[in-house]
T-cell receptor
Framework: KAGVTQTPRYLIKTRGQQVTLSCSPISGHRSVSWYQQTPGQGLQFLFEYFSETQRNKGNFPGRFSGRQFSNSRSEMNVSTLELGDSALYLC????????????FGPGTRLLVL | SQQGEEDPQALSIQEGENATMNCSYK?????LQWYRQNSGRGLVHLIL?????REKHSGRLRVTLDTSKKSSSLLITASRAADTASYFC??????????FGSGTKLNVKP
């Protein structure tokens, strides 16, 4: 089985722009979670989608949004980028609701100038 | 915050030595997991210990869980240079809420 894939792997944007990141989960996995990783804050949970519905949401401003499609692929969007949004964005998938282990993609590294 | 917190933040040892890292969390959990991250990549699941378990082994990994102290430890025995990575604990609540700590950066010198 192919692993979790994320595109693009690297991205450079300027302040005020918006960005869309994509995540394709492992085949058969219906839950996708997104995390922001920065050196100072560690992994911060953004949101989780299951069967196209947002189930959980972390403490991030409304500039961060996401969605999930019927094929379980997920996108996250950040609008009006700020310098502090520079981070590694990781997505993780799980097979079914309440499966205990998450499988992570390689991440998208976003640099905001 | 319900996040797991790792200790130490960084650890440097010689190949062949054991590495121990600790994790603390705030409230009752369903299970606790440890993940490894190689430089700037995704996390890889290492081991899971349930709230009713006290110790678990997997190869050179040994995990303990003390629910009374709300803490866990990960022991890597006979470390190798390839074990150099960051290690994260994740406290799982309500079976679907994952809270990761800030990680322990392990450097194993050959």
């Amino acid at each position: 089985k192919a692993g979790v894939t994320q595109t693009p792997r690297y991205l450079i944007k300027t302040r005020g722009q918006q960005v869309t990141l994509s995540c394709s989960p492992i085949s058969g996995h219906r839950s996708v979670s997104w995390y922001q990783q920065t050196p100072g804050q560690g992994l911060q949970f953004l949101f989780e989608y299951f069967s196209e519905t947002q189930r959980n949401k972390g403490n991030f401003p409304g500039r961060f949004s996401g969605r999930q499609f019927s094929n379980s692929r997920s996108e996250m969007n950040v609008s009006t980028l700020e310098l502090g949004d520079s981070a590694l964005y990781l997505c993780a998938s799980r097979h079914i609701e309440f499966q205990e282990t998450q499988y992570f993609g390689p991440g998208t590294r976003l640099l905001v100038l | 915050s319900q996040q797991g917190e790792e200790d130490p933040q960084a650890l440097s040892i010689q190949e062949g030595e054991n590495a121990t890292m600790n994790c603390s969390y705030k409230t009752s959990i369903n299970n606790l997991q440890w993940y490894r991250q190689n430089s700037g990549r995704g996390l890889v699941h290492l081991i899971l210990i349930r709230s009713n378990e006290r110790e678990k082994h997997s190869g050179r990994l040994r995990v303990t869980l003390d629910t009374s102290k709300k803490s866990s430890s990960l022991l890597i025995t006979a470390s190798r240079a390839a074990d150099t990575a960051s290690y994260f604990c994740a406290a799982i609540y309500n079976f679907n809420k994952f809270y990761f700590g800030s990680g322990t950066k392990l450097n194993v010198k050959p």
